[in-house]
């Protein structure tokens, strides 16, 4: 399996593949091949930067003699004006690497402070926000990390890396306690060591999930009175996650249940990016 690095490294090479192709034809007409210069990265909108560490290996991978000073760093809250960085080297490059790495960037800012919202309205509470799979194809990595830089935390990032048994695992295995103990005898015998989370639709199938010895249940699609009963029975015996149809208005409701997690499909996959602009400096 490839690791982060591994991941963003092809993510790159694929960006510039679909950008610059066999050249930027514009820049390298109307710059000449040893310009320098100095660009800025400003905000435009108030919000949460995220993605400066993978801005950096975006101008380092397509230059390496270009030069990244950091002014503010991922997680910061910043305003309009704000300058982020500045990167001086060759014109050229500054112009081709540009595209690449705003629309990270603004992706990944968008993501933190999106997640930054969720997470403040849970203030006070144990309740963590979390992402979940609905990611941009080949960004899911980024993305799960502005969800961090955010304040939130990752589900998981696969699935690799957890048991999630859902509704349609369960009736086709045909219960939760023949899923639960099948997915058991699998990882015993592939030696890996991952946790078990069912999702359930009622009392009677919580029931199963606790005497199936889980770590995890998701209440699916429960309202904040049914996830009350259910975190009162429950009674703190395995986590607790809360997903399906919460939104910004009801997020609050949910947490003040007493449930330690609610996935948001909406951190990911339908945010907006934070306005941001790569400036020359004069």
């Known amino acids: ?16 593949a679909e950008d610059v192709g066999d050249g930027d034809h514009t820049t390298l007409s109307t710059i000449p091949a040893d310009e320098q210069g100095c660009q800025q990265l400003i905000i435009k909108e108030e919000g ?5 560490e993978v801005a950096r290996k975006v101008f380092e991978k397509f230059d390496p003699e270009l030069k990244m000073t950091v002014f503010i760093k991922d997680g910061a809250h910043v ?12 014109v050229r490059s500054l112009l081709q ?41 080949g960004m899911r990595m980024l993305e799960k990390e502005a969800v961090k830089i955010g304040g939130g935390e990752n589900h998981r990032i696969g699935l690799f890396d957890m048991i999630l048994i859902k509704d349609n695992h369960v009736d086709f295995a045909g219960g939760i306690d023949k899923a639960v103990s099948a997915a058991k005898k699998y990882l015993a015998e592939k ?17 199963q999930a606790l005497e199936a010895g889980v770590d995890r249940i998701m209440l699916d699609n429960f309202t904040p009175e049914r996830t009350l009963e259910a975190v009162r029975h429950i009674n703190g015996r395995v986590e607790i996650e ?11 409701q949910y947490g003040e249940t007493g449930v330690d997690y609610i996935s948001v499909g909406a951190l990911t996959h339908s945010v907006k990016g934070l306005d941001m602009s790569f400036k020359a400096k004069k």
């Open 242 to 252: 809360s997903s399906g149809g919460i939104t910004l208005d009801t997020l609050r």
């Open 1 to 16: 399996m490839k690791s982060r690095d591994e991941l963003i490294d092809d993510l790159l090479t694929l960006a510039f």
């Open 191 to 207: 030696g890996k060591n991952l946790k078990i989370e069912v999702e359930v639709r009622n009392t009677a199938e919580i029931d």
């Open 97 to 137: 690497t540009e595209r690449t790495m705003l629309n990270i960037m603004q992706r990944m800012s968008g993501v933190a402070t999106m997640t930054a919202k969720y997470q403040d309205k849970l203030k006070g509470l144990k309740t963590k926000v979390l992402d979940t799979r609905k990611t941009t194809p």
């Open 48 to 52: 949460i930067v995220a993605g400066v």
């Open 79 to 90: 305003k309009p004006g704000d300058i982020v960085f500045e990167v001086k080297g060759s």
